[in-house]
């Protein structure tokens, strides 16, 4: 385990060192994934504009309703586990586009570490940080705008069993990104299922109870994206949702287990390109 | 144009194979990217039932979902990544052997692209905008599709794919300049959806979305879309259409200038 942190530290390194030579190129991804942010925010700014809250009805009758300042937060909330995933386990993401389908995947297996842990770490995305920054300048703006009543009841108890569940939060992003992978071991090629899976976390951007039914237990079990983003951030909010920090624990683990699986099974199953 | 048809035949039934080869990842990748399209959905359901009135803007309900999905539709068909493969083969230099061979270098791709763009059709087209009269039949009670404006829309449509087309062969180009296409990428896709109104309609913003109305990118999917719906009087239709013809000649005059300045500076090494 000490091997693999220091090894990690390790690759962080080189990574950066890389970064360097190309530092116009880090600098776009970066403004880039900024900016993208920014205009997703300023879109969600024009559609509240036109209502005081965003209200969940049924039969005409409001049944919850979340301020612009706690949407703000829900999303804000949302980057940072997608941020951390993004930042460290970026990788995964060749072996589904190229590294299976040219061969490349050898290189993995001839080195005396794990593949799965090379595959993660090689790479370093720090574009990441683009994400993780906005993340966590939403989420102080929003909490410095709303009302003191709703701002004073965040407390320590609600923050800190948030964080301790965080490392299960991004171990989902990092499990799907894996399993949906490690079909690429047979199939050649499955970065676009990848893109599909991960994409579904858009859902978790807003508050769950907005989705009908089937999508509702998607994104809370199947995909459990919500667990993330919605449920940790209203739990910390209105301390609503407790329920959901053990199962994101329990979820998250047995989605691990899943993708391991497929992933031994996987490169079980791998053949080199001929040449 | 006989002439025409048949030098970038082959061309266009490369790009249709090379589709067909690849149509699970696209399929796969086109489901990835339509659920935005099913969050906005809800989250514009939730937004107009916080609201007092049943109309934001001009666009009801029933509006919001017909321009949330057409948009999409429309940001697929007309999309081009010309300015992909043109910086690709300016960097590797395979684009020496395009320069030697008695074909348009623009056309070619073209041509590709519009064979990918048949199965497209089959397989996004139908669908979204089926799916989309239904959704409309059934909330509705009625058929909604207006024909006439159904045809200016194929029209807009195709209006639109050749601004994108020469836009990003321009834009391509730069790759002469800047050598990353990556992050611009990025950049340029943030800022060109944003200002042809894909995430919220310019009508939402008022003055400023006015003004965005005349910029080229509103002419690549909102003039379309807005067609589509039946939001634009005579007037406006002919208006904002010949708007779209201006820009698409625009584009096609300075796409060609690019072109002659970067052919003077362009080293291939080797081959």
């Given at each position: 385990?000490?091997?693999?942190?220091?090894?990690?530290?390790?690759?962080?390194?080189q990574?950066?060192?890389?970064?360097?030579?190309?530092?116009?190129d880090?600098?776009?991804?970066?403004?880039?994934?900024?900016?993208?942010?920014?205009?997703?925010?300023?879109?969600?700014?024009?559609?509240?504009?036109?209502?005081?809250?965003?209200?969940?009805?049924?039969?005409?009758?409001?049944?919850?309703?979340?301020s612009?300042?706690?949407?703000?937060?829900?999303?804000?909330?949302?980057?940072i586990?997608?941020?951390?995933d993004?930042?460290?386990?970026d990788?995964?993401?060749?072996?589904?586009?190229?590294?299976?389908?040219?061969?490349?995947?050898?290189?993995?297996?001839?080195?005396p570490?794990?593949?799965?842990?090379?595959?993660?770490?090689?790479?370093?995305?720090?574009?990441?940080?683009?994400?993780?920054?906005?993340?966590?300048?939403?989420?102080?703006?929003?909490?410095?705008?709303?009302?003191?009543?709703?701002s004073?009841?965040?407390?320590?108890?609600r923050?800190?069993?948030?964080?301790?569940?965080m490392?299960?939060?991004?171990m989902?992003?990092?499990?799907?990104?894996?399993?949906?992978?490690?079909?690429?071991?047979?199939?050649?090629?499955s970065?676009?299922?990848?893109?599909?899976?991960?994409?579904?976390?858009?859902?978790?951007?807003?508050?769950?109870?907005?989705y009908?039914?089937?999508?509702?237990?998607?994104?809370?079990?199947?995909?459990?994206?919500?667990?993330?983003?919605?449920?940790?951030?209203?739990?910390?909010?209105?301390?609503?949702?407790?329920?959901?920090?053990?199962?994101?624990?329990?979820?998250?683990?047995?989605?691990?287990?899943?993708?391991?699986?497929i992933?031994?099974?996987?490169?079980?199953?791998?053949?080199?390109a001929?040449? | 144009?006989?002439?025409?048809?048949?030098?970038?035949?082959?061309?266009?039934?490369?790009?249709?194979?090379?589709?067909?080869?690849?149509?699970?990842?696209?399929?796969?990748?086109?489901?990835?990217e339509?659920?935005?399209?099913?969050?906005?959905?809800?989250?514009?359901?939730?937004?107009?039932?916080?609201?007092?009135?049943?109309?934001?803007?001009?666009?009801?309900?029933?509006?919001?979902?017909v321009?949330?999905?057409?948009?999409f539709?429309?940001?697929?068909?007309?999309?081009?990544?010309?300015s992909?493969?043109?910086?690709?083969?300016?960097?590797?230099?395979?684009i020496?052997?395009?320069?030697?061979?008695?074909?348009?270098?623009?056309?070619c791709?073209?041509?590709?692209?519009?064979?990918?763009?048949?199965?497209?059709?089959?397989?996004?087209?139908?669908?979204?905008?089926?799916?989309?009269?239904?959704?409309?039949?059934i909330?509705?009670?009625?058929?909604?599709?207006?024909?006439?404006?159904?045809?200016l829309?194929?029209?807009?449509?195709?209006?639109?794919?050749?601004?994108?087309f020469?836009?990003?062969?321009?834009?391509?180009?730069l790759?002469?300049?800047?050598?990353?296409?990556?992050?611009?990428?990025?950049?340029?896709?943030?800022?060109?959806?944003?200002?042809?109104?894909?995430?919220?309609?310019?009508?939402?913003?008022?003055?400023?979305?006015?003004?965005?109305?005349?910029?080229?990118?509103?002419?690549l999917?909102?003039?379309?879309?807005?067609?589509?719906?039946?939001?634009?009087?005579?007037?406006?239709?002919?208006?904002?259409?010949?708007?779209?013809?201006?820009?698409?000649?625009?584009?096609?005059?300075?796409s060609k200038?690019?072109?002659?300045?970067?052919?003077?500076?362009?080293?291939?090494?080797?081959?």
């Amino acid at each position: 385990m000490l091997k693999y942190l220091r090894l990690h530290k390790i690759f962080i390194k080189q990574y950066l060192k890389k970064l360097m030579e190309y530092k116009v190129d880090f600098l776009l991804g970066a403004i880039g994934f900024l900016l993208e942010q920014a205009v997703q925010i300023f879109c969600l700014g024009i559609i509240f504009s036109t209502i005081p809250a965003l209200c969940y009805a049924k039969d005409g009758v409001v049944l919850d309703s979340w301020s612009f300042n706690e949407v703000l937060f829900i999303y804000g909330f949302s980057l940072i586990p997608k941020g951390i995933d993004h930042l460290f386990f970026d990788n995964l993401w060749s072996l589904g586009y190229w590294l299976v389908d040219r061969g490349d995947f050898d290189k993995y297996l001839t080195r005396p570490i794990n593949p799965w842990f090379y595959v993660l770490c090689e790479k370093f995305c720090v574009d990441a940080m683009g994400e993780i920054i906005v993340g966590v300048a939403l989420i102080i703006y929003s909490t410095l705008s709303m009302p003191a009543d709703v701002s004073g009841a965040i407390n320590w108890w609600r923050v800190l069993p948030v964080i301790a569940v965080m490392p299960f939060a991004i171990m989902i992003f990092t499990s799907v990104k894996t399993g949906t992978a490690a079909i690429a071991f047979w199939t050649k090629r499955s970065g676009h299922i990848t893109h599909m899976c991960y994409m579904t976390n858009d859902f978790a951007k807003y508050p769950a109870k907005i989705y009908n039914g089937f999508i509702k237990t998607a994104i809370t079990y199947i995909l459990p994206f919500a667990l993330t983003a919605y449920y940790p951030a209203i739990f910390i909010l209105r301390g609503e949702a407790v329920w959901s920090l053990p199962v994101t624990v329990g979820v998250s683990v047995l989605l691990f287990i899943i993708s391991q699986f497929i992933w031994k099974k996987g490169v079980s199953a791998y053949e080199s390109a001929g040449s | 144009m006989k002439r025409l048809l048949r030098i970038y035949k082959p061309f266009t039934r490369a790009g249709l194979l090379e589709m067909v080869a690849y149509r699970v990842n696209f399929i796969f990748f086109l489901l990835g990217e339509i659920m935005k399209c099913f969050v906005m959905f809800f989250v514009w359901k939730a937004v107009f039932d916080s609201s007092d009135s049943s109309t934001l803007y001009g666009f009801t309900y029933d509006n919001m979902v017909v321009y949330l999905f057409i948009t999409f539709l429309s940001g697929y068909i007309t999309y081009s990544d010309g300015s992909y493969a043109v910086g690709k083969e300016i960097l590797d230099g395979s684009i020496a052997m395009r320069m030697i061979k008695p074909v348009d270098f623009d056309m070619c791709f073209m041509f590709q692209e519009l064979g990918g763009k048949i199965l497209q059709l089959l397989i996004v087209f139908l669908p979204i905008t089926v799916g989309v009269e239904a959704y409309r039949w059934i909330t509705n009670g009625v058929f909604m599709l207006n024909v006439p404006m159904f045809f200016l829309y194929i029209v807009s449509l195709l209006l639109a794919y050749g601004i994108n087309f020469f836009f990003n062969v321009i834009y391509g180009f730069l790759a002469f300049y800047l050598k990353n296409l990556w992050g611009t990428d990025i950049i340029k896709g943030v800022i060109v959806g944003f200002l042809s109104g894909a995430t919220v309609p310019l009508a939402f913003m008022g003055g400023f979305g006015q003004v965005l109305g005349y910029l080229p990118f509103a002419s690549l999917s909102y003039t379309p879309v807005m067609i589509y719906m039946g939001m634009y009087e005579a007037k406006e239709i002919i208006f904002y259409m010949s708007l779209q013809l201006l820009w698409l000649l625009i584009f096609v005059v300075a796409s060609k200038l690019v072109l002659k300045s970067a052919m003077k500076r362009l080293v291939v090494h080797g081959g």
